[in-house]
């Protein structure tokens, strides 16, 4: 495997966010694609109001434009993997309070505490299945601990067959690293790794 490296989205870091989403995420055809990860901390009106431009600025560039909109207010939040100087991944984690979608109301009235919340993960094709998922969960705990929290959260897919959860992981990556099944409705089940 390569010498990845983990590091939180900073303000520094904001032009590698842009350059990763740019460059290398989705270039699979993904069907999640194109995204720049700007939609779990966006309210109602203004998905709409973005989904609106899409025919006149494009898809691609009209998320591009909001998202550079949001890292300047730094209301995107998370972590970007690293080969060398080169962003090859994305996790999108950060207070639970901090979304306003893309946490399901089952799993936000069910807390357990000051709780962190992983919504999404995007890692450049040629760079899956070498573990950096589980290197992004790992260090969202140890962070997660340093800083106070009582639990980490991750919303997975319930399913054989892909769904429309897959960008939030499967159930196997979050028991891999700790986490239980605390509960599940239709086709999302909400993992949990309480911190002690």
């Known amino acids: ?17 842009l350059d990763f989403f ?23 009106e203004t998905i709409k109001r973005m989904v609106g431009e899409f025919p006149i600025f494009g898809v691609k560039e009209t998320l591009r434009k909001y998202a550079v909109e949001m890292l300047e207010k730094n209301m995107i939040q998370g972590y970007l ?15 639970i309070e901090s979304y306003t979608g893309f ?9 357990c505490g000051k709780t962190i919340s992983i919504v999404c993960f995007e890692i450049a094709p040629e760079y899956r299945g070498m573990g950096i998922a589980s290197e992004f969960i790992e260090r ?26 897959d960008y939030q992981g499967p159930m196997g990556l979050y028991k891999k690293a700790g986490f239980i099944e605390v509960m599940k409705e239709k086709n999302q089940v909400v993992m949990r790794k309480v911190l002690e």
């Open 103 to 111: 946490v399901p109301d089952f799993a936000r009235n069910n807390t």
């Open 140 to 165: 969202v705990c140890q962070d997660a601990k340093k800083n106070g929290y009582a639990a980490i959260e991750g919303y997975a897919a319930f399913s054989e067959t892909r769904n429309e959860f």
């Open 22 to 44: 740019d460059n290398r995420a989705f270039t699979d055809d993904n069907p999640n694609g194109p995204c720049y990860c700007t939609s779990p901390n966006q309210d109602a």
């Open 81 to 95: 993997a690293y080969d060398g100087n080169m962003a090859v991944g994305w996790c999108n984690a950060a207070d």
């Open 1 to 17: 495997m390569k010498a990845i490296t983990i590091k939180r989205l900073t303000p520094e870091l904001n032009e590698d966010y």
